[in-house]
């Protein structure tokens, strides 16, 4: 957000954290301590109030792992942008509920393996528009739509446990395994080692870890070992 490393309570742009002026410092920690993809979110595109292209390049352009980036993709010429540039993998939010068209036109131009669709969820109900509006919508629904549309990978996060350390909902995940077969992602509420563990027995295929690496809850290589160990 406005160029730097930043966590948020609860997605509220009111109540943040900047951890680093520049973003490109904790990427290249994430990259040293073996992180084998790094995830970013453009805030001020999904919010709709500017956009951080530039340091995602300065990201990319630096490090040699792959990058997927989400917030404010809504169109396919902001994804080739992104891809251009040497994005690995692009998340469609918003877009995977009012836009279908254009996930639909990403997976038949750049494959399943390049694109990612989130299902953000405040409680049972999906959000929208940097989790700003609910849409009424219920998130196993929407992730057996995105399913069944071919979607290679599905992050899903948790709103009410994002940034706040209090661990993830685990039984809204081991739901959302059930109803879907593409690849799965958990994100929200990560805290300790034993979070790691109890996610990879939901059968997800990877969690995002944010504010605990940030706030050293967690050391990233020790992370990866629990979860391979799964």
Same mark, same amino acid.
């Given at each position: ?6 966590? &948020?309570?609860?997605? %509220? ?28 979110? %453009?805030? %001020? ?30 169109? &396919? ?42 299902? !953000? ?38 709103? !009410? ?33 034993? !979070? ?8 997800? %295929? ?6 605990? &690496? ?5 050391? &990233? ?10």
């Amino acid at each position: 957000m406005n160029g730097k490393s930043v966590r &948020l309570i609860r997605g %509220d742009p009111s109540n943040k954290k900047i951890y680093y002026n520049d973003p490109l410092v904790p990427a290249t920690q994430f990259a040293n301590e073996g992180a084998e993809l790094l995830h970013v979110v %453009d805030l %001020d595109a999904a919010l709709g109030t500017g956009e951080n292209i530039s340091s995602i390049e300065r990201i990319v352009s630096t490090l040699h792992i792959p990058i997927e980036v989400g917030g404010g993709i809504r169109s &396919l010429e902001k994804a080739r942008q992104l891809l251009e540039i040497g994005v690995n993998r692009i998340i469609f939010g918003t877009s995977s509920v009012n836009n279908i068209e254009v996930v639909e036109a990403a997976l038949k131009e750049f494959g399943p393996s390049r694109v990612a669709a989130a299902v !953000d969820a405040k409680k049972d109900i999906v959000v929208v528009r940097g989790w700003t509006k609910a849409t009424g919508l219920d998130y196993l629904t929407l992730a057996r739509s995105l399913d069944r549309l071919g979607t290679g990978n599905i992050i899903f996060t948790s709103v !009410d446990s994002d940034g706040t350390l209090t661990r993830p909902p685990f039984e809204m995940v081991r739901r959302l395994r059930k109803v879907v077969s593409a690849r799965l992602i958990a994100s929200g509420g990560v805290t300790n080692l034993d !979070d790691i563990k109890q996610l990879a027995e939901t059968r997800v %295929d990877g969690t995002i870890i944010g504010t605990a &690496l940030y706030e050293r809850r967690i050391n &990233l290589t020790d992370a990866m070992k629990v979860a391979s160990k799964c």
